[in-house]
């Protein structure tokens, strides 16, 4: 045997037994695997982003009902100041109206 009959001989042998068409195949069969991994690797990052963006939404209507409510509380405590009396010991009242109106015009102005 010589060189060029063991060449067509493999020559042969790869054409008709699939040896390229196995290894076209065996290519194509790798990058639709990758593809698959990609797309569920996707998928799982866009569902974890959406989790994490409903997360969120909800911590911040929780701080905007908590800042609602500190304010609230913020106006009650101005205006139970207001009808505070600084001379305990007298029967003559006199509230501090005008430094916590000031105050409180302040605030409500915000």
Same mark, same amino acid.
């Given at each position: 045997?010589?060189v060029?009959?063991l ?5 042969t ?7 390229v068409a ?5 290519k194509?069969? *790798?990058?639709a695997?990758e !593809? ?10 866009? @569902?974890?982003?959406?989790? $994490? &963006? *409903?997360?969120?939404q909800? !911590?911040?209507?929780?701080l ?5 409510n500190? @304010?609230?509380?913020?106006? $009650? &405590?101005?205006m ?7 001379k305990?010991?007298?029967t ?19």
């Amino acid at each position: 045997m010589d060189v060029t009959t063991l060449l067509t001989t493999l020559l042969t042998t790869l054409a008709s037994g699939g040896g390229v068409a196995g290894f076209m195949q065996y290519k194509q069969n *790798k990058k639709a695997k990758e !593809l698959e991994n990609d797309k569920t690797a996707s998928e799982q990052w866009r @569902a974890l982003y959406e989790e $994490q &963006t *409903k997360t969120a939404q909800s !911590l911040r209507e929780k701080l905007h009902e908590a800042r609602e409510n500190l @304010a609230k509380e913020k106006q $009650q &405590t101005l205006m139970c100041r207001f009808y505070v009396c600084e001379k305990l010991d007298c029967t003559d009242r006199e509230p501090p109206h005008t430094e916590i109106m000031k105050e409180f015009k302040q605030y409500t102005e915000k």
